[in-house]
């Protein structure tokens, strides 16, 4: 999960800088000529992926902020609370595992792919950090 001092999406923020770093455009016009052409394509498919990304860290970050109120020090943990919060922690699990997924085959991805020299004046694009890793423990 992202550190409190780092902007949510982060992760997604560095794969869209690297898409527009490789095609040479920004990511809206990419994903609208992504749109028009067959999903079997690989600009299709890496910003399917950019989007993937994005809906999972934006999941993080409200299911992190719904758990904050759901635990604030003023709230009475109830019943009914206590089914909020598990369900909570849950999906934030879920959207971990989702945005890494995702981040780990995107980033593998754009790191073999390299711009043709002469079509743009961008220098490559620097490498996408790993997204940070959730600590789990077993319950079981």
């Known amino acids: 999960m992202p550190q409190p001092d780092t902007p949510s999406h982060a992760v997604s923020q560095l794969v869209a800088e690297r898409i527009e770093a490789l095609y040479g455009q920004p990511l809206a016009e990419l994903e609208a000529l992504a749109d028009t052409t067959p999903d079997t394509t690989l600009l299709a498919a890496l910003t399917g992926n950019h989007s993937d990304l994005a809906l999972a860290e934006s999941n993080i970050a409200f299911q992190l902020q ?40 995107t980033t593998a991805v754009l790191g073999g792919l390299r711009r043709v020299p002469g079509l743009g004046t961008q220098p490559p694009a620097p490498p996408v950090p790993a997204a940070p890793t959730a600590t789990t423990s077993r319950t079981r």
């Open 66 to 105: 719904r758990l904050r109120e759901l635990t604030a020090p003023d709230r009475e943990i109830s019943r009914f609370s206590a089914g909020h919060i598990l369900d909570c922690a849950r999906r934030i699990a879920e959207s971990v595992a989702t945005r890494d997924a995702y981040a780990k085959s």
